[in-house]
């Protein structure tokens, strides 16, 4: 629930994932199923003597994000070091932009807590190196020994920094959702691997100093981890205990926040210019980006409501992850573009949410074959839900699992059978029937309903029983 | 005997066995009192030089033996910059200009001794103890390079490679009597090298003569995708030697002679300027107003620089490391206050200290406005219509004894005078031998315009050859 004095902004680290190389070398990024420190060379390990090199594609990626969140773009950017000692940071700094982001001032919209539009404000979108990872032997707060692994050292991260416009947890993921799906758009960024986007959250009540909450890599994370700060912190507040600002750490397996250090033992990062990289005047690079650049989220729904009259509402559910919109895309061109809305947007991802599967694992010939069997009346609505839940569970096409279950709809033959049969066997609704109650038609056609093993059209057997009624 | 590059390939050419040459090379290192070297890479040389013999290559340095300053990353040989914190570290990978020695046939002698990280002027501040300087065994070669240069003045290594941020190559090679190339900011890759002020410094040639410097420039210079701050350019410096200085004009700036300067140094250099005169140069006075706030500049950017170069040491992944591990904390300061000397240290804090919050637009930002200040002063001088290049003391005295200033840092930097600005501004910058006092080698710097090495070499070479200074043998070879 929104509460008026709840101020939440966030830092988002996001891994530009989809780039071939590393932001300053030529190593891999393909190190996720990789043993640890594989994907390592002198210059990301830091050696002495080694230079870094900017990655152009790096810094296209981050232009093409920062366009799509409205930010404006500098028209010179500077890299900088960030100095400060950590066993995953072989040079002991970072380089990062910092006096000069690429992007300044963008939004993105969510829907608030109300149910209503609403604006987050960006205030910067910046480039920096991803540090090394370091393994705990057990929790961070009790690990005998650390280890370090230095494949994701120099990966291409890109900061998003909000304004503290989230009022809730709720909105935070939202937020979160909605970044992920304009970055997929993006082409840049793919949310499935594993340290993808880290989100650091700065939360505080109002007239309260902040917490900043760090590195939580799920969006289900955050809001578990605001919601606890919320409480924790008003709680705080009832037994006259003033928050102080400090940095805590989130404990996934605990569901509790920790506290890591507070304002007086905040680093002087000493941060000057990196004198190993040049200044970038990448205001020329941005109308080649900008020509590249793919429709996003909000576009396509307008678009998708527009070329295939499907309803605002669908739209923005088909358009809320880029698989399902070109899953979507690929159906509609053909079959019935407002019936294939509504099965992928009510029916299919509804199943595969209850079964945490995404897309992927559903063909888009199959969902074009369960619409036209339906068009053509050869199953019912029933029948096509069960066959999607049959190729979900255990695979197979749909004709097949259609026979294999039997869900052919009923013979015409067969059900008039069974509606002269019911309207015999029902003599006394018959009866009520005709002196008046309509309603007792239901009970005729649930009785064919169950003749025909369900397999009837339910509007096609009252109708049919409708006629015998009448003609008698 | 000395022998210059040409006359070492023609030998080799004419069927000189670079075995006989390098094991010569090696015994008299061996036998050598000045501490010059760290490391020998006497198995791999020889195995190289037995190869040439075998089947002799081709390229512009083939057989030719190279020393090479302990700062520049060698491929399987040890690098640990005379300190004690990189003992042991061994690069994976060769430098940019080491790459390009390897290709043109040259063979690693070994890695010369210098100032702790480059951070001296010295040679004193290394960890392995100071090298002697050959023309005065109880004097320093100069620094930080000192052991580049006092390795090629007494025939330890017929050239050598050092690396310049405030005067490192130059230094040493007027304190030891030869030649010594600070090129322009750029056009050297520094891929390889260990950065201890990456926005001032150089790699260059240590050489008996102007030539020698010029071949090796042609070998080692020219662009690298690896270095984002070097710059393509015309590196063929061999061409234009002989160009002379006919209707050349020399720029004598004034900020650089006067009080401080030894007067045999000051003599020295102004015979030098009649020299050139004498061989068709015009010589006018210029000013560089600006000089006397390079030294401050200077150190408040290196320092700085150096305290974030120097933060990744910490032994965690390579060089020092002993005893037991205890939290990250105290193992790695541990290992820090173990590993730098006194000097790198003292550079360390106060370029921790120029960069911290609330001093740093007080220092480092005041600095790199000099910087500017500095960088048009140069501009200015060697504008078209003004001089073509500049000429000037290397250094305002010859070689110290040692011991003589290592305790007062302060003296020590001020010795950096002459050589500084040239860094700050980025211009290239010779310095070549000059004449004598007391039987000490002096040095003249002739100072060009951005990538105009080819003027400096130019005008290096008329004097060198008008002069007998750069023959001269000192008394300290073996």
Redesign the interface.
């Known amino acids: 629930m929104a509460e008026k004095d709840v101020i939440i902004g966030l830092e988002v680290h996001v891994q530009l994932n989809k780039l071939n190389s590393k932001l300053f070398c030529g190593c891999s990024t393909g190190y996720h199923d990789a043993p640890p420190n594989t994907h390592t060379c002198p210059v990301c390990l830091g050696l002495p003597g080694t230079l870094p090199v900017v990655n152009r594609r790096a810094v296209e990626y981050a232009i093409r994000v920062a366009l799509a969140l409205s930010c404006e773009i500098q028209g010179e950017t500077l890299f900088y070091r960030k100095n400060y000692y950590y066993p995953d940071l072989p040079k002991a700094f970072q380089i990062t932009q910092y006096d000069f982001p690429l992007g300044l001032g963008g939004a993105i919209l969510i829907r608030g807590e109300d149910g209503e539009e609403k604006k987050i404000r960006i205030t910067r979108v910046h480039m920096e190196e991803d540090p090394g990872r370091l393994v705990h032997a057990g929790t961070i707060d009790r690990a005998k020994y650390s280890m370090v692994d230095y494949n994701r050292c120099g990966m291409a991260l890109l900061e998003v920094v909000t304004e503290p416009d989230l009022r809730s947890p709720k909105e935070a993921r939202s937020f979160l959702d909605k970044l992920r799906n304009i970055l997929e758009y993006l082409d840049v960024f793919d949310g499935n691997l594993e340290g993808a986007m880290r989100i650091d959250s700065n939360i505080s009540l109002a007239g309260g100093e902040r917490a900043e909450v760090k590195n939580i890599s799920s969006h289900k994370g955050v809001e578990k981890a605001l919601a606890y700060e919320i409480t924790r912190q008003r709680s705080a507040r009832r037994r006259g205990v003033a928050q102080v600002q400090e940095t805590r750490h989130y404990d996934e397996l605990r569901g509790i926040t920790v506290t890591i250090r507070t304002k007086e033992e905040a680093h002087d990062y000493r941060y000057f210019p990196e004198p190993d990289l040049v200044p970038m005047r990448i205001a020329d690079w941005v109308p080649k980006v900008k020509a590249e650049l793919p429709e996003l989220p909000d576009s396509k729904r307008g678009r998708f409501v527009a070329d295939y009259g499907i309803a605002d509402d669908h739209a923005k559910s088909l358009t809320s992850e880029i698989r399902v919109a070109n899953f979507y895309e690929d159906v509609a061109k053909r079959s019935s573009p407002r019936l294939a809305a509504v099965w992928i947007a009510d029916v299919l991802k509804g199943e595969l949410n209850y079964r945490d599967a995404t897309i992927d694992s559903f063909s888009p010939d199959h969902m074009v074959e369960i619409l036209s069997m339906l068009e053509r009346g050869e199953i019912t609505e029933k029948g096509a839900v069960e066959v999607i839940r049959t190729l979900l569970d255990t695979g197979g096409d749909p004709a097949g699992v259609v026979e294999a279950k039997g869900l052919a709809k009923a013979e015409d033959d067969a059900v008039k059978v069974a509606v002269r049969a019911a309207v015999e066997e029902c003599a006394q609704a018959v009866a009520d029937y005709r002196s008046g109650n309509e309603k007792a038609i239901n009970f005729i056609v649930g009785m064919v309903m169950k003749k025909t093993r369900g397999r009837a059209d339910p509007g096609e057997a009252n109708r049919l029983v409708k006629e015998a009624l009448d003609e008698t | 005997m000395i022998v210059m590059l040409r006359m070492l390939m023609e030998e080799l050419a004419t069927g000189a066995s670079a075995e006989e040459m390098a094991s010569a090379l090696f015994e008299k290192i061996k036998k050598s009192r000045l501490n010059a070297y760290n490391i020998l890479s006497e198995d791999s040389a020889l195995e190289r030089a037995r190869e040439f013999d075998r089947s002799p290559w081709t390229g512009l340095m083939a057989g030719v033996p190279i020393a090479i300053k302990n700062?520049?990353?060698t491929r399987g040989i040890e690098?640990n910059?005379s300190s004690r914190i990189?003992s042991g570290?061994i690069?994976?990978?060769d430098?940019t200009v080491i790459e390009r020695l390897k290709e043109e046939g040259a063979i690693i002698v070994g890695k010369t001794n210098m100032d702790e990280f480059a951070m001296g002027t010295s040679t004193e501040t290394s960890r392995f103890g100071p090298t002697r300087n050959p023309w005065d065994t109880d004097r320093v070669p100069g620094g930080s390079s000192g052991g580049s240069a006092a390795a090629v003045a007494a025939g330890e290594a017929p050239c050598a490679l050092g690396s310049d941020t405030g005067g490192s190559i130059r230094c040493p090679a007027s304190f030891c009597g030869i030649v010594g190339l600070k090129p322009t900011y750029g056009l050297v890759s520094?891929?390889?090298?260990?950065?201890y002020?990456?926005?001032l410094e150089q790699i260059g040639p240590l050489t008996l003569s102007v030539e020698d410097a010029a071949l090796v420039m042609e070998v080692i210079a020219g662009h690298d995708?690896?270095?984002?701050?070097s710059v393509k350019s015309d590196v063929a410096y061999l061409s234009g030697l002989d160009d002379g200085v006919e209707g050349l004009v020399c720029g004598v700036p004034k900020e650089y002679f006067g009080e401080g300067v030894d007067p045999s140094v000051e003599k020295a250099v102004w015979d030098a300027i009649s020299k050139l005169e004498e061989l068709g140069a015009s010589v006018k006075e210029v000013s560089l107003p600006s000089t006397k706030y390079a030294l401050a500049a200077y150190y408040i950017i290196a320092m700085?620089?150096a305290?974030?170069n120097l933060?990744?040491?910490?032994g965690?992944?390579?060089g020092l490391r002993f005893g037991a591990?205890q939290d990250?904390?105290t193992t790695?300061s541990d290992i820090r206050a173990a590993g730098f000397g006194p000097e790198v240290k003292r550079r360390i804090l106060l370029g921790?200290y120029a960069?911290?919050?609330g001093y740093?637009g007080r220092y480092?930002l005041k600095a790199l406005k000099v910087r500017t200040l500095i960088k048009q002063d140069f501009e200015r001088a060697l504008a078209a219509g003004g001089a073509d290049v500049l000429v000037t003391p290397t250094m305002p005295f010859p070689a110290f004894k040692i011991g003589e200033r290592i305790e007062d840092p302060l003296s020590l930097y001020m010795a950096d005078v002459f050589t500084v600005p040239i860094n700050l501004a980025g211009v290239p910058a010779i310095s070549v031998p000059c004449g004598f006092a007391d039987g000490l080698p002096i040095g003249l710097q002739i100072i060009g315009r951005h990538f105009d090495e080819k003027t400096v070499f130019a005008a290096a070479k008329a004097y060198e050859d008008a002069t007998s200074y750069h023959g001269a043998v000192p008394r300290e070879v073996v």
């Open positions: 700062s520049i990353s690098t910059c990189l570290y690069p994976p990978y430098a520094r891929y390889g090298l260990v950065s002020a990456n926005s995708s690896r270095d984002s701050t700085s620089e305290s974030s933060a990744r040491f910490d965690l992944r390579y591990d990250w904390h790695f921790t960069l911290s919050a740093y480092y």
